[in-house]
């Protein structure tokens, strides 16, 4: 990563600690409200000794000066706990508006656009990548103002002293951030490219981790499991780089500090042998001036060690900015609430598509331009080869996909209005069934209101009531992550049940059936041929048989709909839909 980049990215983090500015200068007031504790801690520790050993005072009369110092001790513990507190808040309220503003983006940009990585990669970037921040926010910008405020807190007190000691601390001090930013930038270049490897790591395993028996039907456990073997070994690998860049710029640290405060000691030291004679203002070098430099020449290196410490927080930020702020960047921008209309439908829903070309939310085609009416009520199966675009389509009229050209809903063009008031007009059934709610009755409502007796027939109609006894609390059932607890055949139902509880006027269906064994397939397919005259409706399918029964059937290639029409017309045409029935019955024979 290039110097410009790695400005760039530290702006971008400077930017998001709005999100927890308050915290910040609280930790940064508290963090320099202990410096003056220290500076008093060290002025009475030295004026202690002063007269203890040079003025030869009793004890008992520097009884408030030990209570004092005694204070300061309890009272620098307490500020430096509510400057960790403080820190932590602010770096925790900023990764909170972090993770929001992705989750936002993604429940906007939808699962059409998801899909195009791997869950793994997400899970990185929502978990591990933000997380990283932390330290940077919680320690390492309030430190970069105390690394200032300190040392120029302690310089005030100490060259009235003896301007040789502050001197000496003054023109050493410079050294140490000049090499923490030779190595530092190492260190965040190193760190991005340990992002990159650790995401792709996630995105592989869960890859898989998903398809575990693909993999041991082809026999290709093995292969993979290498293949996973070596990912993490590289990983490994950029992990101890980067550890060894984060030692190497704590020895720099050290060095320079240790060294420093060897100079100041012999600088004392030999102006007590007498060798040296200057930097007293002609009062002479005494005890109190050599114990007051030395008791604070560590505190004045102790905030750019600290700094330094957490210098590599500040790496761990570079590289996960570097993946977020490029994901906040590619990730087209959507429509916002203010700009799009609510969608209020005063008569049966009707869509009409003029030079409809789906594209990707990088502009890439994904179809061709498509011409159609979908009539209310009217019942359209949509066929085709995989790969020819109907899922795309499917996506589009979802809302989660961008288009060119024309998409009216009743007059409306949908680009224009809000995607959730729209999909409130919407029922959807995939080949896989989403239960994100705790129980199976939460699932099925979704916070609809529907009274027991239609709940009752809707669980009937889709074969919910067969499975529903053997679960043990029934309708309340809790049920796992994503519906843990149901096989595929059981949870399909319920997501059937859950289409045809809601109060639509579109019904998409994916597939539904897909994947089923014959009797879960028998009842969801019953229950959706019943909801299908209710309203209007588009499925994907690839069976094609009891297609006759249907008002239109589409049939999809290659991006375009190349026919339309009734079954029994386009059936006695020669055309694809005709091939891929002698296609099908070849296969069955």
């Known amino acids: 990563m290039n110097k410009s980049r790695q400005q760039e990215l530290l702006r971008w983090l400077r930017q998001q600690r709005h999100h927890g500015a308050r915290s910040l200068r609280v930790a940064s007031l508290l963090g320099f409200a202990g410096a003056l504790v220290i500076i008093a801690q060290a002025w009475l520790l030295a004026s202690l000794l002063q007269n203890l050993i040079v003025a030869q005072q009793p004890r008992a009369t520097l009884l408030n000066d030990f209570l004092l110092l005694l204070l300061c001790f309890v009272l620098r513990a307490g500020l430096h706990y509510a400057r960790e507190m403080a820190g932590h808040r602010a770096g925790v309220a900023i990764r909170r508006a972090l993770r929001q503003q992705v989750l936002d983006r993604l429940s906007a940009l939808g699962p059409a656009w998801i899909q195009g990585k791997p869950a793994g990669s997400w899970a990185t970037l929502l978990l591990e990548q933000i997380e990283e921040m932390q330290e940077y926010y919680a320690r390492y910008l309030p430190q970069m103002s105390l690394a200032v405020l300190i040392p120029l807190a302690i310089l005030i007190a100490l060259f009235p002293i003896n301007w040789a000691a502050g001197l000496i601390l003054l023109v050493t001090a410079p050294l140490i951030p000049l090499f923490m930013a030779m190595v530092g930038m190492g260190a965040a270049d190193a760190n991005r490219r340990n992002f990159l490897a650790l995401a792709r790591l996630s995105g592989d395993f869960y890859d898989r981790l998903r398809g575990r028996e693909t993999l041991r039907l082809f026999h290709r456990a093995a292969a993979e499991e290498q293949a996973l073997a070596n990912s993490t070994t590289d990983f490994r690998q950029r992990t101890m780089e980067v550890l060894r860049l984060a030692f190497l710029s704590s020895a720099v640290l050290e060095f320079f500090a240790s060294l420093a405060i060897a100079v100041v000691a012999v600088y004392f030291g030999f102006s007590y042998l007498g060798e040296l004679n200057f930097g007293h203002y002609s009062t002479g070098v005494t005890l109190f001036a050599g114990f007051l430099a030395l008791i604070l020449a560590p505190e004045f290196f102790q905030p750019l060690r600290d700094l330094g410490t957490f210098y590599h927080a500040k790496a761990q930020a570079i590289g996960g900015a570097d993946a977020l702020d490029q994901f906040l960047r590619e990730s087209p921008d959507t429509v916002t609430e203010q700009d799009s209309t609510v969608l209020s439908l005063a008569a049966p829903l009707v869509i009409q598509a003029k030079n409809l070309v789906v594209v990707t939310a990088r502009g890439e085609a994904l179809s061709q331009p498509l011409n159609f009416t979908l009539a209310a009520g009217k019942r359209v199966a949509l066929v085709g080869q995989s790969g020819a675009g109907k899922t795309a389509l499917m996506n589009v009229l979802l809302g989660f996909l961008p288009y060119q050209g024309s998409l009216w809903i009743n007059g409306q063009e949908l680009r224009e209005i809000n995607r959730d008031s729209w ?40 074969g919910v009531t067969e499975f529903l006894d053997r679960l043990p609390q029934g309708l309340d059932t809790v049920l796992g992550d994503g519906g843990i607890g149901l096989s595929v055949g059981q949870a399909q139902r319920v997501a059937v049940a859950r289409a045809l509880l809601k109060p639509a006027q579109l019904l998409l269906l994916d597939e539904p059936g897909s994947g089923l064994d014959s009797q879960s397939e028998q009842h969801v397919i019953n229950a959706l041929h019943e909801a299908a005259t209710q309203q209007t409706t588009l499925m994907i399918t690839h069976q094609l048989n009891d297609l006759e029964n249907w008002d239109e059937v589409w049939v999809m290639q290659a991006g375009q709909l190349i026919q339309q029409g009734h079954w029994q017309q386009l059936i006695a045409q020669d055309g694809p839909l005709r091939q891929m029935v002698k296609h099908r019955l070849k296969e069955i024979a």
């Open 423 to 462: 999909q409130h007009h919407l029922a959807w059934v995939g080949q896989n069934p989403h239960l994100p709610a705790l129980t199976l009755r939460e699932n099925l409502l979704l916070n609809n209101h529907v009274d027991d007796v239609t709940l009752k027939a809707v669980l009937q109609k889709a």
